[in-house]
């Protein structure tokens, strides 16, 4: 029953390939957020996007590419991605204040 | 880099207890605190917000002291479905930025 919706909620790709994670809130939130997820281990934010901008890069690989067409849609786009980036990967949004709302995320592996 | 640090866990406890998690942050000027709970290959979810006057839900008590940058969970006659991750997450004074501390692992027993 989560407002925040992911897909797909599962994801196996190779090194070649390219895909895309997507992620959709009708809540009116104006920001939006990529967590990356290893296990055992805490969220980790990779992008957060503010009114529709890239306000946070935190220093990931250009193999991972965001998007935000508009202000209830973000995307993650995919290439040439290694094993080790396999992870459950979070989509959140909040409001400008107040808690994350995180989706049930997408869970990727990478052979 | 600011950060959030958890007690290390695991905590083992039998139904019915109280058992209590705390957590500090370094980053003096933090607007905002929380506590998540996330269980085994699920996102997290909200628990709490964290208030300066202290705040209860429940059989969930959560305060802040904001002199010693320390915030706490305490869980009364703890249940089964208590056991999960609970992740205590601070919400620094620029941009939208949730920082995560490490999270502590609960297990109640039977």
């Known amino acids: 029953d989560t407002e925040v919706t992911q897909t797909p909620k599962h994801l196996v790709m190779g090194m070649t390939n390219k895909k895309s994670l997507k992620c959709e809130q009708h809540?009116?939130?104006?920001?939006m957020y990529w967590y990356k997820q290893k296990a055992k281990k805490p969220p980790e934010l990779m992008f957060v996007?503010?009114?529709?901008?890239?306000?946070i890069n935190e220093s990931v690989p250009s193999r991972f590419s965001p998007e935000c067409p508009n202000s209830s849609l973000l995307n993650l786009h995919l290439h040439a991605l290694q094993p080790e980036d396999s992870a459950l990967y979070l989509c959140?949004?909040?409001?400008?204040?107040?808690?994350?709302?995180f989706g049930e995320g997408s869970r990727l592996t990478v052979l | 880099r600011k950060e959030v640090e958890q007690d290390p866990g695991p905590f083992n406890v039998p139904e019915g207890a109280t058992v209590a998690f705390n957590c500090t942050y370094s980053?003096?000027?933090?607007?905002?605190f929380f506590w998540y709970r996330q269980d085994c290959r699920k996102e997290p979810k909200l628990l709490m917000s964290?208030?300066?006057s202290g705040n209860e839900d429940g059989r969930f008590t959560a305060q802040l002291n904001r002199a010693s940058q320390y915030i706490s969970l305490l869980i009364r006659d703890s249940k089964l479905s208590d056991s999960a991750t609970y992740l205590c997450?601070?919400?620094?004074?620029?941009?939208?930025?949730?920082?995560f501390g490490p999270g502590t692992r609960l297990s109640v027993l039977p």
């Open positions: 959140a949004s909040s409001q400008t204040q107040g808690q994350l709302f």
């Open positions: 997450v601070e919400k620094g004074n620029y941009g939208q930025n949730f920082v």
């Open positions: 964290v208030y300066s």
């Open positions: 980053n003096s000027a933090s607007q905002s």
């Open positions: 809540m009116g939130h104006r920001a």
């Open positions: 996007y503010s009114y529709e901008k890239l306000s």
